[in-house]
Each structure stands twice: as C-alpha cells, then as structure tokens.
C-alpha cells in the first residue's frame, strides 16, 4: 500500500499564478516531510521541508502547509514561472532519522507563459 | 560543484549478465542511499550506508544486488544474472546532519536497459 500519495498526476499553471501541489500520506509516524523537483534525465533536487512541529514553512517562491490531522501536506508555489515545469515528488521519513525517505509518485507541473 | 555523482549515467546490458554502478557522494556526507526508481513512481528505497556500514536494506534489494561502501566515501551496487525487471533509474543519494535533519541530495541517476 502506498503511505504517501499524490493522487493529482500532472497540473497545468499560466505564467504568474498560484501552483498547488497535494499529498497525503497515511503512516502517522511520519514526521518529517519534504518535496524535491525532478527534471527530465536529471535526480531529484531537494526544494524545501517541513517538520511536524511546525504547520508552515516558507523559502522564497515556495511555501509547504502540513495539517497533521488531516494527514495532509500542499505545496504552494508563488508566482509561477515556465522553469518551474517539472515532477514534483513529496517524500516522507520518520523522526528526521534520515534513513529511509518514502516518495509519492509525483505530479508533473505545467507552467505556460 | 562538487555534488553527488554517478558513473555510468547509461547501461545497456543483456539478460543475465552482471553490471556494477559507481557513487561518489558529496564530500563531507556520511550517509550515502541508493534508490530504483521505474517509470511513473516515485524513487523506492534500496539500501544506506552510514560511514562504510550498511545499516537499512529494504526487501527489493534481493540476493541479486550487493552494495558496498568500503572506505565510507564512494559505494558500488552490483547486480547478477540481470533480468529485464531491472530495468530503471538507479539513483544515489548522501546527506549528513544539519543539527536539524538530514536532506538528502540525489546524484543523475544510472538508467539501466536490460534487453
């Protein structure tokens, strides 16, 4: 069974709008999330993270909501740019052990000018 | 830059012969991870080494695969008697401890055919 899952496989965005990206996961015990964005024949580069402690973290354009009751975690992106068009994994792992991270399936982004 | 790399980025290899990976992690890292990942799913988690110890293999990685990281600095994973179902990106990872968690950073990725 599948403990994080994005169940959008790709979203479409104009130039300068609000991309938001989904994920649930099911396993509580996570506690430590984080999103990485793939691009074609490249590994995932690691774009920003949240622990359970906290219900929002903000690195510039990008900004990750955690609502642990819900089990659910989103990815804000704002204002979208066309170089933002890539996979948009959300992974989890317990307790920032780092060990094992658990990925989603991912989320193509679109992002037209 | 001195990121994650990995050699070969592409192996073609027929059924039932061996082939070996290399990773060298980033520097000062001393976790290093190994991920398959197949079309249209996320990466799924293979092994990790801490320093040269290997701590986690997850139950994909079958009698098949063997990783090693002799020295804690690069690492290989070999796989014998390939079969075609293992075909996919192999991907390396390192981190280290950043006094609040460990990121993990992805090297390109090995894109392994076996025909």
């Known amino acids: 069974d599948q403990q994080v899952k994005q169940n959008s496989p790709s979203l479409s965005v104009q130039e300068g709008r609000i991309s938001i990206l989904n994920c649930d996961y099911t396993?509580?015990?996570?506690?430590?999330f984080l999103w990485y964005k793939k691009y074609p024949a490249e590994g995932p580069t690691f774009l920003i993270s949240?622990?359970?402690?906290?219900d929002k973290n903000e690195d510039g354009r990008f900004t990750v909501f955690l609502n642990k009751s819900a089990k659910h975690l989103s990815l804000h992106i704002v204002p979208s740019q066309p170089g933002d068009s890539a996979v948009y994994f959300c992974a989890a792992n317990v307790n920032q052990a780092g060990t094992a991270l658990i990925f989603g399936k991912g989320t193509t982004l679109s992002v037209s000018s | 830059d001195t990121g994650v790399s990995q050699d070969p980025r592409h192996k073609i290899t027929k059924r039932g012969q061996n082939v070996t990976f290399r990773c060298d992690p980033i520097?000062?890292?001393?976790?290093l991870y190994w991920y398959r990942q197949t079309l249209g799913q996320g990466p799924e988690f293979l092994t990790y080494?801490?320093?040269?110890?290997?701590?986690?293999k997850s139950r994909l990685l079958s009698d098949r695969f063997s990783a090693e990281r002799p020295k804690g600095s690069f690492s290989t994973l070999e796989i014998q008697r390939t079969e075609q179902g293992d075909s996919a990106m192999y991907l390396c990872a390192s981190s280290r401890w950043t006094g609040i968690s460990y990121e993990q950073y992805f090297g390109p990725g090995t894109r392994l055919t076996v025909t």
């Open positions: 080494f801490q320093n040269e110890a290997q701590l986690e």
């Open positions: 949240i622990s359970s402690i906290k």
């Open positions: 396993n509580s015990m996570f506690d430590y």
């Open positions: 520097s000062e890292h001393n976790r």
